[in-house]
């Protein structure tokens, strides 16, 4: 997986780039890096929301990561007043993003498993009902 980085209201230092990529490029690849391609982008912005104020929340930390051969996109927003600790908060929130997924998707493969699981069995008990119908009917 690869990242793309963009920002506003400053400038984009080496030392932002490596602390982003180690805070948030490192957890989303290993919960979802084997299922991502090694094309795909997790794509971050990080902005100075206000050029008047000096402090409060005024740093905001937004990231967003399209998932493949699925029509939406895990976003995560966060604005602190430090951008480390915007860049943590929206780390945390992508993470729970990405297990809610993973858990809806879990449970809809086993809805659908049991469906089929009960398909089966009726189709089975089915069978023998006729076969001991057809035995009667011998004799």
Not at 28 to 36: A, D, P, W
Not at 102 to 120: H, I
Request: proline share 2%.
């Amino acid at each position: 997986m690869q990242i793309k980085i963009k920002t506003t209201g400053f400038k984009l230092t080496e030392g932002l780039r490596l602390m982003a990529e180690g805070k948030l490029l490192s957890p989303v690849e290993k919960r979802v890096g084997s299922e991502l391609p090694a094309d795909h982008f997790l794509e971050i912005e990080l902005a100075k929301i206000t050029e008047h104020h000096e402090e409060g929340r005024i740093w905001k930390c937004e990231v967003n990561l399209v998932l493949p051969r699925v029509k939406r996109t895990l976003y995560a927003k966060a604005i602190a007043e430090s951008l480390e600790t915007a860049i943590d908060e929206a780390k945390d929130e992508i993470l729970r993003e990405i297990s809610d997924y993973k858990n809806k998707r879990a449970s809809q493969f086993l809805r659908v498993a049991r469906k089929l699981k009960d398909y089966a069995h009726i189709t089975r008990l089915a069978r023998g009902a006729g076969n001991l119908y057809r035995w009667i009917r011998r004799k």
